[in-house]
């Protein structure tokens, strides 16, 4: 039998009423029963599953195409899913073994892994191997193609601060990670900001520089650094009496920079210069949230070697 008499069987069938379908269910398997005497199954081979010729064309497709995403790669298939998922999944990389260059430390992905137990919300993890990104990582954040990124409900939301003010917006359980007050708001942004974009790299500047240079780094990084000294005095936290934004942002100089600082053997943040941030770092560091998820200072340290230690 020709494809062309079953397409036309299937057109009958789905324009048929509800009430005439079994009938003309029964009736088409019949013919193709018939049928299949006289034919070779070869000739129709695609077409004698009935359950299949019934389903809407356009299913059919789809299921197609996915088997065939599944096949072709694995990590494709993965990435189709992890987009049409109704929940939360963290594209990041917490794991991986941090390289020498410290632009591929986990510094950004802590603070949105951090904000999400803060918060209480569950979602799923996925790793992404930063030396073969995946298809999901580039299709996300086709910008920069870095992690972390944050799927929620299949949409993509990437850059580490952006995210963290999604998830406070998004989830009113937990604390407030942002204060309330559009002000004060406001002003955990500025911080943020100037931590990121002002504070880190004058603290790599100094980290990588030698001799003279380096004490002229050191002291434009300490300049800074009084301003948020300031900022913590006669406070818990940057906002307040609990760990929020520019805390969690702060991560990186609380734990990253001090390292850092020690491997290259400057004495950046002094209990006599910063007295607040040292309470600051030394209380937040011990809170159970943050001490339970930074990553084990020695591997880290022995990460970061490579690139920072001098030798000779
Ligand atoms: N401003 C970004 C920085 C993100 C970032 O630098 N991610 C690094 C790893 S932590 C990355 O994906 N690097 C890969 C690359 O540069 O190709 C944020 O805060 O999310």
Same mark, same amino acid.
């Given at each position: 039998?020709?494809?062309?008499?079953?397409?036309?069987?299937?057109?009958?069938?789905?324009?048929?009423?509800?009430?005439?379908?079994?009938?003309?269910?029964?009736?088409?398997?019949?013919?193709?029963?018939?049928?299949?005497?006289?034919?070779?199954?070869?000739?129709?081979?695609?077409?004698?599953?009935?359950?299949?010729?019934?389903?809407?064309?356009?299913?059919?497709?789809?299921?197609?195409?996915?088997?065939? #995403?599944? +096949? @072709?790669?694995?990590?494709?298939?993965?990435?189709? $899913?992890?987009?049409?998922?109704?929940? %939360?999944? *963290?594209?990041?990389?917490?794991?991986?073994?941090?390289?020498?260059?410290?632009?591929?430390?986990?510094?950004?992905?802590?603070?949105?892994?951090?904000?999400?137990?803060?918060?209480?919300?569950?979602?799923?993890?996925?790793?992404?191997?930063?030396?073969?990104?995946?298809?999901?990582?580039?299709?996300?954040?086709? #910008?920069? +193609? @870095?992690?972390?990124?944050?799927?929620?409900?299949? $949409?993509?939301?990437?850059?580490?601060? %952006?995210? *963290?003010?999604?998830?406070?917006?998004?989830?009113?359980?937990?604390?407030?990670?942002?204060?309330?007050?559009?002000?004060?708001?406001?002003?955990?942004?500025?911080?943020?900001?100037?931590?990121?974009?002002?504070?880190?790299?004058?603290?790599?500047?100094?980290?990588?520089?030698?001799?003279?240079?380096?004490?002229?780094?050191?002291?434009?990084?300490?300049?800074?650094?009084?301003?948020?000294?300031?900022?913590?005095?006669?406070?818990?936290?940057?906002?307040?009496?609990?760990?929020?934004?520019?805390?969690?942002?702060?991560?990186?100089?609380?734990?990253?920079?001090?390292?850092?600082?020690?491997?290259?053997?400057?004495?950046?943040?002094?209990?006599?210069?910063?007295?607040?941030?040292?309470?600051?770092?030394?209380?937040?560091?011990?809170?159970?949230?943050?001490?339970?998820?930074?990553?084990?200072?020695?591997?880290?340290?022995?990460?970061?070697?490579?690139?920072?230690?001098?030798?000779?």
């Amino acid at each position: 039998m020709s494809s062309a008499v079953w397409r036309r069987n299937a057109d009958v069938y789905k324009s048929s009423s509800e009430e005439k379908r079994p009938a003309l269910r029964n009736q088409i398997w019949t013919n193709q029963l018939r049928r299949e005497k006289q034919f070779e199954h070869k000739h129709h081979g695609d077409y004698i599953v009935q359950t299949d010729l019934l389903r809407p064309v356009h299913i059919r497709a789809e299921e197609q195409a996915e088997k065939g #995403v599944r +096949k @072709k790669s694995e990590k494709e298939y993965k990435c189709r $899913k992890a987009q049409r998922k109704q929940r %939360v999944v *963290l594209v990041a990389s917490l794991h991986t073994q941090v390289t020498a260059d410290v632009q591929a430390a986990r510094v950004p992905s802590l603070r949105v892994e951090m904000a999400l137990k803060l918060k209480g919300i569950e979602y799923e993890y996925i790793e992404e191997d930063m030396n073969n990104k995946s298809t999901l990582l580039l299709e996300s954040n086709p #910008v920069h +193609k @870095k992690v972390p990124v944050l799927l929620h409900n299949g $949409k993509p939301i990437a850059e580490s601060l %952006v995210i *963290l003010e999604y998830i406070n917006e998004t989830w009113e359980n937990g604390p407030s990670i942002l204060p309330r007050s559009p002000y004060d708001r406001a002003m955990a942004r500025f911080w943020a900001n100037f931590l990121d974009d002002t504070c880190l790299p004058a603290c790599m500047k100094a980290f990588l520089s030698e001799g003279e240079e380096q004490v002229k780094a050191k002291e434009e990084v300490q300049e800074l650094l009084k301003f948020l000294d300031n900022e913590l005095n006669g406070k818990k936290f940057f906002g307040g009496e609990r760990i929020g934004f520019v805390d969690i942002a702060g991560n990186v100089l609380a734990y990253w920079c001090v390292i850092i600082a020690e491997l290259v053997g400057i004495e950046l943040i002094t209990d006599d210069k910063f007295p607040h941030l040292c309470t600051w770092m030394e209380v937040y560091l011990n809170s159970s949230l943050i001490k339970e998820h930074m990553p084990d200072r020695e591997k880290l340290a022995d990460s970061l070697r490579a690139r920072f230690q001098k030798t000779g």
